[in-house]
């Protein structure tokens, strides 16, 4: 079932059972309320809704529950958190689901603990549950996507957020609806005559680790040695852990490579995305790869994967300091620059 379709199905009290997974924990969440909202009638929470931790509830708690009545009401809404499914009631679960009362609503929404489909357990579940009610998988929004969703609540707030400025942040802070929804908040706070503009974006909203090593890989490019260990510097007092500085940059000197071998053989480096799908959702790595390269040679490139390589070996086969290893590769990347 798509969002819209679960918009109509809330919306006409149709559906007796909910199965929310997906990556957008937030939009899960979200959903999992505005059932309980529109089934619970305002004041009757009380009575009419329960919640529980899937983690923790025995089948026995959650049969009783959905067998008890509403309390001056048509229907009550039962609430479970992060069940698993595969677990050892499973049959008496299914057989459960199978003859709901019409008296409950009962909504399984799974934060951390995932449909797996290769139970067959969850298997027989998910079908069962998309029979007679509602399953709906919440992937993470594109960039685009969740750009629309900052301009729309910038509005909603009494701001003003050019949509160009809203994928910028974006592509700042990631795409987690929870970490920008946050940074909306923010960022309409401060907001000067109520205008979100691009200055205020590089003044106040936090950067994803991908963006942080993305203007470490930029500073090395300019052969900018005390930009680039003032960066390494600040990524360890966030506490960012090497290995994964260490993934990120080379990821970006991946970007680098794939972008100079398209523009060498005549391709335009849009249809990289095509090709590896770690670019959905983020053409602007290629775009800014694109621009990077232009005055890079592939020996260069080359030799910069090779010490790259070399480095993820180090960091992860010795006892050696952490901090000091990713320095000296920064600096081995930046001689290799000046080397050309």
Same mark, same amino acid.
Not at 241 to 255: C, R
Not at 285 to 312: E, H, P, Q
């Given at each position: 079932? *798509?969002?819209?379709? =679960?918009?109509?199905?809330?919306?006409?009290?149709?559906?007796? &059972?909910?199965?929310?997974?997906? #990556? #957008?924990?937030?939009?899960?969440?979200?959903?999992?309320?505005?059932?309980?909202?529109?089934?619970?009638?305002?004041?009757?929470?009380?009575?009419?809704?329960?919640?529980?931790?899937?983690? $923790?509830?025995?089948?026995?708690?959650?049969?009783?529950?959905?067998?008890? &009545?509403?309390?001056?009401?048509?229907?009550?809404?039962? =609430?479970?958190?992060?069940?698993?499914?595969?677990?050892?009631?499973?049959?008496?679960?299914? #057989?459960?689901? +199978?003859?709901?009362?019409?008296?409950?609503?009962?909504?399984?929404?799974?934060?951390?603990?995932?449909?797996?489909? +290769? !139970?067959?357990?969850? !298997?027989?579940?998910?079908?069962?549950?998309?029979?007679?009610?509602?399953?709906?998988?919440? #992937?993470?929004?594109?960039?685009?996507?969740? $750009?629309?969703?900052?301009?729309?609540?910038?509005?909603?707030?009494?701001?003003?957020?050019?949509?160009?400025?809203?994928?910028?942040?974006?592509?700042?802070?990631?795409?987690?609806?929870?970490?920008?929804?946050?940074?909306?908040?923010?960022?309409?706070?401060?907001?000067?005559?109520?205008?979100?503009?691009?200055?205020?974006?590089?003044?106040?909203?936090?950067?994803?680790?991908? *963006?942080?090593?993305?203007?470490?890989?930029?500073?090395?490019?300019?052969?900018?040695?005390?930009?680039?260990?003032?960066?390494?510097?600040?990524?360890?007092?966030?506490?960012?852990?090497?290995? +994964?500085?260490?993934?990120?940059?080379?990821?970006?000197?991946?970007?680098?490579?794939?972008?100079?071998?398209?523009? *060498?053989?005549?391709?335009?480096?849009?249809?990289?995305?095509?090709?590896?799908?770690?670019?959905?959702?983020?053409?602007?790595?290629?775009?800014?790869?694109?621009?990077?390269?232009?005055?890079?040679?592939?020996?260069? &490139?080359?030799?910069?994967?090779?010490?790259?390589?070399?480095?993820? $070996?180090?960091?992860?086969?010795?006892?050696?300091?952490?901090? *000091?290893?990713?320095?000296?590769?920064?600096?081995?990347?930046?001689?290799?620059?000046?080397?050309?």
């Amino acid at each position: 079932m *798509t969002e819209t379709q =679960l918009k109509d199905c809330i919306k006409t009290g149709t559906c007796p &059972l909910y199965l929310l997974y997906g #990556e #957008e924990s937030y939009l899960t969440e979200q959903y999992a309320k505005k059932i309980a909202d529109a089934t619970v009638e305002p004041g009757m929470d009380a009575f009419n809704l329960q919640k529980f931790d899937g983690q $923790a509830l025995t089948f026995n708690q959650l049969e009783e529950a959905v067998e008890a &009545l509403p309390l001056m009401a048509d229907r009550k809404c039962v =609430l479970v958190r992060d069940m698993d499914i595969a677990g050892p009631e499973a049959d008496r679960l299914l #057989e459960l689901i +199978s003859h709901l009362p019409d008296s409950c609503v009962l909504v399984f929404w799974q934060m951390t603990v995932q449909p797996n489909r +290769s !139970k067959n357990a969850w !298997k027989a579940f998910m079908a069962k549950a998309e029979e007679v009610g509602a399953v709906v998988n919440f #992937e993470k929004k594109t960039p685009a996507d969740a $750009a629309k969703l900052l301009v729309a609540g910038a509005k909603r707030r009494g701001c003003i957020f050019d949509p160009r400025d809203a994928l910028y942040l974006v592509e700042q802070a990631g795409n987690d609806l929870n970490l920008l929804l946050h940074e909306l908040d923010k960022l309409c706070a401060l907001a000067t005559d109520g205008v979100i503009t691009r200055q205020s974006i590089d003044a106040a909203a936090v950067k994803n680790l991908e *963006t942080k090593v993305y203007d470490l890989s930029k500073a090395i490019l300019r052969r900018d040695t005390a930009t680039a260990l003032t960066m390494l510097h600040q990524l360890a007092v966030a506490r960012e852990e090497p290995v +994964s500085i260490l993934a990120v940059l080379s990821g970006a000197y991946a970007d680098l490579y794939r972008a100079k071998v398209a523009t *060498t053989a005549g391709l335009p480096v849009e249809k990289l995305s095509a090709d590896f799908k770690v670019y959905k959702g983020k053409e602007w790595r290629l775009r800014n790869a694109a621009r990077d390269v232009s005055r890079l040679s592939m020996a260069v &490139l080359r030799d910069s994967l090779d010490i790259l390589a070399g480095a993820d $070996a180090a960091l992860k086969s010795t006892h050696s300091d952490a901090r *000091t290893l990713l320095e000296q590769t920064v600096v081995q990347l930046i001689h290799r620059v000046r080397e050309g």
